[in-house]
């Protein structure tokens, strides 16, 4: 395999719930949770039970014909989504949601320059990329990204409206930033772009591929701010674990791309369109995303103990279970010793660590994370040589 990924030394085979087991069957807490696709816990039976009768029925279909599962997928969304969005792309993961967003958003208003947020991440593929802030991704191919994209700074209202000019086609922007170190976006941000979208004409674009399905203990996070965009990705939680990915915006805006701009060869293959009625019917049937709430709120409390306990800690951050740890010193170490100690945890940025986890998991197994979040906390003080 490339060497893309930074590796950890975990050889997962199984999974159930919360838990991953390894190659020897060692179990893990997954904090992990595959970077926000285990929503619904590794292999949920009622994922399972679709995905083996569907694969039985039909695998693939292209987009050009009609599909039963595919039409029962496109109706469940259209129930969930915003009110007004009501017309779907399907598409394969969070990049191709938004390379479909920005289309849409310059063959819509004609425009087309797109502004972005410092420490935004919207993929890797070469638009997704264009939108994606961190130099480290970019500058190896910033001769071939597209030169339309603006960075204002999260957060500044003012900022993004000096960025504006006649050219302008939409603002992008995760209602949390996930990969940029778990910051949620400030009173009156959102609010505040919407106004600024609509008195400039151009669109706003919620990605909300890390945030949604609700991961936040909302189904989707522009709801804390009562903010509607026009249109919005989604992906990773999406398929419980199959690969698919969704563009929602109003009838308008996708009705401007003709029939041929913009299409997928596996793009709502019924297979992952089964695994995502699934995963839908889950989330809500279990009350996933009041669960994210109240789980989020009790383990986001034990975390800001342990910002106050440690000095290695600055601060926590985040919605329902979507949440930033802030450390003051680089991870990699804490991340290490809490797979020693069965919880595999997450990067976001050298010294955030991100917690994913499923939304199935159980007070005490997020008690046992913290529990040994603690004792990794505790050793780590002592060979940096920190004491209170
Ligand atoms: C907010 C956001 N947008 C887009 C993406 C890209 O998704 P994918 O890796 O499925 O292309 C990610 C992935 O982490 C993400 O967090």
């Known amino acids: 395999m490339a060497r893309f990924y930074q590796k950890f030394p975990v050889c997962a085979v199984r999974g159930e719930g919360a838990i991953l087991y390894d190659v020897n069957g060692k179990a893990y807490i997954d904090c992990m949770g595959g970077y926000g696709v285990s929503l619904v816990g590794h292999c949920h039976p009622k994922v399972v039970k679709a995905i083996k009768e569907q694969c039985e029925r ?6 050009s014909l009609y599909n039963d599962k595919r039409a029962e997928l496109l109706e469940k969304i259209a129930k969930i989504a915003p009110e007004g969005l009501s017309k779907i792309f399907l ?6 949601a938004v390379e479909c967003a920005i289309k849409a958003a310059v063959k819509y208003t004609g425009k087309h320059e797109i502004i972005s947020m410092v420490r935004s991440f919207h993929g890797k593929t070469l638009g997704a990329l264009s939108a994606t802030w961190n130099p480290k991704y970019r500058e190896p191919f910033e001769k071939i990204l597209n030169k339309n994209f603006k960075f204002a700074p999260f957060g500044k209202l003012d900022k993004v409206e000096e960025a504006i000019t006649g050219n302008t086609a939409a603002v992008i922007v995760e209602p949390i930033q996930g990969e940029g170190g778990v910051y949620v976006a400030p ?19 919620f990605d909300e ?6 991961r936040t203990g909302r189904m989707w996070a522009s709801e804390h701010w009562g903010v509607k965009p026009d249109i919005m990705c989604v992906a990773k939680a999406m398929g419980g674990g199959m690969p698919i990915g969704a563009t929602i915006a109003r009838e308008d805006i996708m009705n401007s791309l003709k029939v041929g701009e913009h299409t997928s060869t596996f793009g709502g293959n019924p297979l992952a369109c089964a695994a995502a009625c699934a995963t839908i019917d889950v989330i809500i049937e279990e009350n996933l995303v009041e669960r994210a709430r109240s789980l989020g709120s009790v383990f986001m409390n034990a975390l800001r103990s342990m910002v106050d306990e440690f000095r290695i ?6 919605l329902g279970l979507m949440i930033g740890l802030e450390a003051r010193v680089d991870i990699h170490n804490i991340l290490l010793k809490s797979i020693e ?8 940025g050298k ?5 994913l986890p499923p939304l199935v998991i159980s007070r005490e197994q997020l008690s046992k994370v913290a529990e040994a979040l603690r004792e990794v906390l505790v050793e780590e003080e002592s060979r940096l040589k920190i004491t209170g």
């Open 313 to 318: 800690l600055r601060e926590v951050r985040g």
């Open 209 to 214: 591929v890390q945030t949604g399905f609700g």
């Open 187 to 205: 009173h009156g941000f959102l609010e505040g772009l919407r106004k600024l979208c609509d008195e400039h004409g151009m669109l706003l674009i």
């Open 91 to 96: 598409s394969n993961s969070g990049a191709e």
């Open 58 to 63: 039909l695998i693939a279909c292209h987009g």
């Open 351 to 355: 010294n955030v660590v991100r917690f």
């Open 341 to 348: 100690r069965g919880v595999i945890l997450l990067y976001s």
